[in-house]
């Protein structure tokens, strides 16, 4: 069975840090982009990270560049999101998914994030 | 950024009836576009990829359309398990930024 499993969530104080872990299975991992979204209490969905099969493009959203880190390791089939001086603002749900996509100018395709976890949730308060 | 904007923001409907949501971009994103729906509780899942393919496992009755800057999510035939929000998202380039939102529930 295709499945992602999140992991990491908790209650942090305002300026700290917290690492999200994402445990992928039933498929082949290291040939798929993935992601990172959240989903603040009663708001819609906000894309907040990217990172390509190898690790080698990153990309995020403006309001966490600099305090968030993306990563993955394939050989354990793992995603992480690194959360460094952490604001109420980042309080969400945060879900992994796996992006179907090709990133290359001459074959660029994006057919949508069609695998999901069931979320973890982040709550930043004091 | 290119932002999205969705129309209407809720729409209250009876089994049965055609529900069409239109999701505007703020600049060209040529077919790039995503829908998802969502369930209270529950994490988001594809309906619809590249503007107008159907993700394996979805009704029949879900279509999308549309390039450029408008597109639409289209439910023919409203069943019980349709009522959620429903998200459109752009994937023309970063950052990706999704609609804000349709809830469709119970007229």
């Known amino acids: 069975e295709v499945q992602l499993v999140e992991s990491g969530g908790g209650l942090v104080q305002p300026g700290g840090s917290l690492r999200l872990s994402c445990a992928a299975s039933?498929?082949?991992?290291?040939?798929?982009?993935m992601s990172w979204v959240r989903q603040a209490p009663g708001k819609g969905l906000e894309w907040v990270a990217n990172?390509?099969?190898?690790?080698?493009?990153?990309y995020y959203v403006d309001s966490v560049k600099g305090r968030f880190t993306i990563s993955r390791d394939n050989a354990k089939n793992s995603l992480y999101l690194q959360m460094n001086s952490l604001r109420a603002e980042d309080t969400a749900v945060y879900y992994c998914a796996r992006a179907r996509m090709n990133s290359s100018p001459n074959d660029y395709y994006y057919y949508g994030m069609d695998v999901w976890g069931q979320g973890t949730t982040v709550t930043v308060s004091s | 950024d290119i932002q999205m904007t969705q129309s209407p923001s809720s729409v209250s409907a009876s089994v049965g009836d055609r529900v069409t949501i239109t999701c505007r971009a703020s600049q060209g994103i040529s077919s790039w576009l995503a829908w998802y729906q969502q369930k209270p509780g529950k994490a988001p899942k594809l309906l619809i990829y590249a503007a107008s393919s159907l993700q394996s496992g979805v009704p029949s009755r879900f279509s999308g359309s549309g390039s450029g800057t408008d597109f639409t999510l289209t439910i023919s035939s409203l069943q019980p398990e349709d009522f959620a929000t429903y998200y459109c998202q752009q994937a023309n380039s970063f950052p990706r930024t999704f609609g804000p939102g349709t809830k469709v529930d119970i007229k």
């Open positions: 990172i390509k099969q190898d690790g080698s493009e990153k």
């Open positions: 039933g498929f082949t991992f290291s040939s798929y982009w």
